[in-house]
């Protein structure tokens, strides 16, 4: 039997406010027209469904700035999200640090935090305490009462359920098959909702990046691991069991590397940084590489290994990137690096293989932004997730107000 989420809870006027909220949420200022319009719903619907998240405090009215001055009459009424309801908290946990973003109900950075880790892979109990002590120095940082952060979006690399986070491995957790939420609200303050990172940074690029206005496009994030995320007509895929989109664990030799997921043959096993320090430090043993930046280095200076490893990686990451645009045929990809910035040689082997090995057609490939990324996109993608949310928590708790 499917496990039930929070959207499941939520009945068709319920749905309808969610809908109404995410379509302000997206515009910035809309109408209530407009919004009837984009939801392809009566103005009486929408009325009634904005009038609740006015009561609940999640929007506000605004008066539109007049652009004509000649206009006459009563300013048009415009709706936004209150900003100033609610704060969220983004988490990303990466391998040796607890990254914390808070963010006001609009998403706007209220401020950040950075908070060491012990070790890159722990207990699960122990990794919860270690982000409760996280968004506690966070708070204390910022001024701000651990009473006013209305939830807690993490993000953990790995096979993770968004919708009942419910992990199934984690290369940041000793354990494997964990339902995180028992230990959230055992250490946690407030509602908390586990996602994969790679999701998170696919949520960063549609509200703040280059998946504005954009219905159907994919994120490749690239760091110790590979990971992706799917944005497909406005919404996020995840799959049958919350484990889709593991780009990094497509396979690209039979019988081949050895991933850190324990199979053999995945893409990040020839493309993750561990990878190329692998790779790169065959027959050096006592003075292996310890980081891509000593590669890089190695292969400016002339290491002619170094050079060809990077160089191997780069196509091979074209090659399975053309396999991305074969099969969903996106308006965009974004490939996000958390890695030092490669030489353009780098970049342009991956761009030629990837256009050598797309079906071609007789229109344009789809537009490819490569950006290096730092660990707040990642902070900031979980807090537009965390507010979504919340959202729905506070509108299933007015609904359950209505019926009381």
Known sequence: MKERTLHHDLDA????RLRAFQCIREAGQISRTDIAKALNSSPATVTSACGALLEAGLIRDVEAERTDATQRGRPRVMLEVNGEALAVAGIKVARHAIHVTVVDFKGVEIGSHLSPLAASCMP?????MAVRQALDDACEKLALSLDAVAGVALGLPGFINGETGFMHWSS??????VDFMPLFARHLPCPAFLENDANLVAKAEQFFGAGRGLRNFLVVTIEHGVGMGIVQDGQLYRGERGCGAEFGHMKVQFEGAVCQCGQRGCLEAYVGDYALIRDASVGRQGDAYKSLTDILDAARAGDRLSGEVLERASKVLGVALASLVNLFDPEHIVIARLRPRFDEAHTQAMLDALKRNTVQVDAPLPGI???????KMWARGAAAHGIERVSILKIRARGDQDAA
Not at 13 to 16: G, I, Q
Not at 124 to 128: D, T
Not at 369 to 375: A, E, G, I, K, Y
Request: charged share 35%.
């Open 13 to 16: 006027r319920e749905m309808t």
């Open 124 to 128: 699960a109990e122990a990794l919860v």
């Open 172 to 177: 940041s957790v000793r354990e494997r098959n």
């Open 369 to 375: 932004t490569v950006r290096n990324l730092d660990q």
